[in-house]
């Protein structure tokens, strides 16, 4: 199966503020290009872009949990 990886150590967010929804949900369609959420480094925020494409996408991180560079973020199928 597909996985989508984190390119950098930091803090994984699934969306760019508490107040909005997830860039994509469990569940939902992706395709390459598609922002799947942020890495939060020293205050820098990097988008976090699928290399993959796939009708459904599972999160392996949850929202808020530090990661180490190349850690599964979501898998594909």
Same mark, same amino acid.
Do not use: C
């Given at each position: 199966?597909? *996985?989508?990886? *984190?390119?950098?150590?930091?803090? %994984?967010?699934?969306? *760019?503020?508490?107040? #909005?929804?997830? %860039? #994509?949900?469990?569940?939902?369609? $992706? =395709?390459?290009?598609?922002?799947?959420?942020?890495?939060?480094?020293? #205050? *820098?925020?990097? @988008? $976090? #872009?699928?290399? /993959? =494409?796939?009708?459904?996408?599972? %999160? $392996?991180?949850?929202?808020? @949990?530090? /990661?180490? =560079?190349? =850690? $599964?973020?979501? @898998? /594909?199928?």
């Amino acid at each position: 199966m597909p *996985s989508i990886h *984190s390119p950098l150590p930091g803090t %994984f967010y699934r969306s *760019s503020a508490p107040d #909005k929804p997830p %860039f #994509k949900a469990d569940g939902d369609m $992706v =395709a390459v290009g598609d922002v799947i959420g942020l890495i939060e480094v020293m #205050k *820098s925020f990097h @988008e $976090v #872009k699928s290399e /993959v =494409a796939g009708a459904s996408i599972a %999160f $392996v991180t949850d929202n808020e @949990e530090p /990661v180490m =560079a190349g =850690a $599964v973020l979501a @898998e /594909v199928s």
